[in-house]
């Protein structure tokens, strides 16, 4: 059997914004917030050190920027943790990237929990509801190496904002480089016939894992992996709430705002379901290692598995 890779999706961010300017994408530019070491832009800043702007912390600026450099026909990829993207830079990212429409990608990293050490006020759990919230905006959460840096691709080449999520934390990587992403588009990593689980981000492979156990106390759950928050691709998930006719969701963000009520929404509108929810409560996180973290607030196979049996049940 081959040794699972265990891959930060951040580094993947890096990789995949070189791999983009060694291939041709000469509108590419990268801006970073003073953390180019941390978000992985500097793998792009090593070979591409003209096309990488180090805006310092200033991240509503940063923003500023972005949106003048998209209307001159370049595509800036605007790069920092996600609690500042998202969270101190949100004016500008809706009134000056969000309203115009404008092409630029923001490129978000240690969001969630999983930032562990950094501690409440870096582990944005808020994200995916800012960003949804923003009319036109593309929201993305990969959930391993393969998928980030396909994400990235796919984000370069559609016009219009992305907000792309990224995790500090390695993760397994389990797709196969023959996989193909779609911006809109979802996947069924397992198959299953008792209760669906849906899940974006670090969380697909502990839904992976849990499904592994589910099967062996014999219940069948099918995994389904919703990289593409925004928009969300209803029709796999509709049909998979029929087959199965119980709902499950799992992220790595509040169960206010994220993929949790985007499931719902959808369901409760155009197929009624049982759902339940796994996040983050309505809670700050606190200093931790990331590991611990995740179990301690239930982002783990182990609460999947327990919560899908009562759930079954």
Same mark, same amino acid.
């Given at each position: !059997?081959?040794?699972v890779?265990?891959?930060?999706?951040r580094?993947s961010?890096?990789?995949?914004?070189?791999?983009? %300017?060694?291939n041709?994408?000469?509108?590419?530019?990268?801006?970073?917030?003073? +953390?180019s *070491?941390a978000?992985?832009?500097?793998?792009?800043?090593?070979?591409y050190?003209?096309?990488?702007?180090?805006c310092?912390i200033?991240e509503?600026?940063?923003?500023?920027? &972005?949106? $003048?450099?998209?209307? !001159?026909?370049?595509?800036?990829? /605007?790069?920092?943790?996600?609690m500042?993207a998202a969270?101190?830079?949100?004016?500008?990212?809706r009134?000056?990237?969000g309203y #115009?429409?404008?092409?630029?990608?923001i $490129?978000?990293t240690? /969001?969630?929990?999983?930032?562990?050490?950094?501690?409440?006020?870096?582990?944005?759990?808020?994200?995916?509801a800012l !960003?949804?919230?923003? #009319?036109? !905006?593309?929201v993305?959460? #990969?959930a391993?190496? @393969?998928?980030?840096?396909?994400?990235?691709?796919? *984000?370069?080449?559609?016009?219009? #904002? @992305?907000?792309?999520?990224?995790?500090? +934390? %390695? @993760?397994?990587?389990f797709?196969?480089?023959?996989?193909?992403?779609?911006?809109?588009k979802?996947e069924? @990593?397992?198959?299953?016939?008792d209760?669906?689980?849906? &899940?974006?981000?670090l969380?697909v492979?502990?839904?992976?894992? %849990?499904?592994?156990?589910? /099967?062996?106390q014999?219940?069948?759950?099918e995994i389904?992996?919703?990289a593409?928050?925004?928009p969300?691709?209803?029709?796999l998930?509709?049909?998979s709430a029929?087959?199965?006719?119980k709902?499950i969701?799992?992220e790595?963000h509040?169960i206010?705002?994220?993929?949790?009520? /985007?499931v719902?929404?959808?369901?409760?509108?155009?197929?009624?379901?049982?759902?339940?929810?796994? $996040?983050?409560?309505?809670?700050? $996180?606190?200093?931790?290692? %990331?590991?611990?973290? +995740?179990?301690?607030?239930?982002l783990?196979?182990?609460?999947?598995?327990?919560?899908?049996v009562?759930?079954?049940?």
């Amino acid at each position: !059997m081959a040794e699972v890779k265990n891959i930060a999706t951040r580094d993947s961010y890096g990789n995949a914004l070189k791999e983009l %300017a060694a291939n041709g994408a000469d509108k590419l530019v990268v801006l970073d917030a003073d +953390l180019s *070491a941390a978000t992985k832009t500097g793998i792009f800043k090593k070979e591409y050190p003209d096309r990488h702007i180090n805006c310092g912390i200033a991240e509503a600026n940063m923003i500023c920027a &972005a949106a $003048g450099m998209a209307t !001159m026909g370049l595509v800036p990829f /605007a790069s920092s943790f996600a609690m500042f993207a998202a969270g101190r830079a949100f004016e500008q990212v809706r009134n000056s990237i969000g309203y #115009p429409h404008l092409n630029v990608k923001i $490129g978000a990293t240690h /969001a969630g929990i999983s930032v562990g050490e950094d501690g409440a006020s870096h582990q944005c759990c808020e994200d995916f509801a800012l !960003m949804r919230s923003i #009319p036109g !905006m593309v929201v993305i959460c #990969p959930a391993d190496d @393969v998928e980030a840096k396909q994400a990235v691709k796919a *984000a370069y080449a559609y016009e219009g #904002p @992305v907000y792309l999520r990224f995790g500090r +934390l %390695a @993760v397994p990587v389990f797709h196969s480089d023959d996989y193909k992403f779609e911006i809109g588009k979802g996947e069924v @990593v397992r198959q299953g016939t008792d209760v669906t689980i849906v &899940a974006n981000g670090l969380m697909v492979a502990e839904a992976i894992q %849990a499904g592994e156990t589910l /099967a062996e106390q014999g219940i069948s759950a099918e995994i389904i992996n919703i990289a593409t928050i925004k928009p969300l691709d209803e029709e796999l998930i509709i049909a998979s709430a029929r087959k199965t006719g119980k709902v499950i969701t799992v992220e790595e963000h509040s169960i206010i705002g994220g993929l949790g009520e /985007a499931v719902c929404s959808c369901l409760s509108e155009k197929c009624p379901t049982p759902v339940k929810r796994i $996040g983050v409560n309505d809670e700050f $996180g606190h200093s931790g290692p %990331a590991k611990d973290l +995740l179990k301690q607030f239930g982002l783990s196979a182990e609460n999947i598995v327990n919560t899908t049996v009562e759930f079954v049940k």
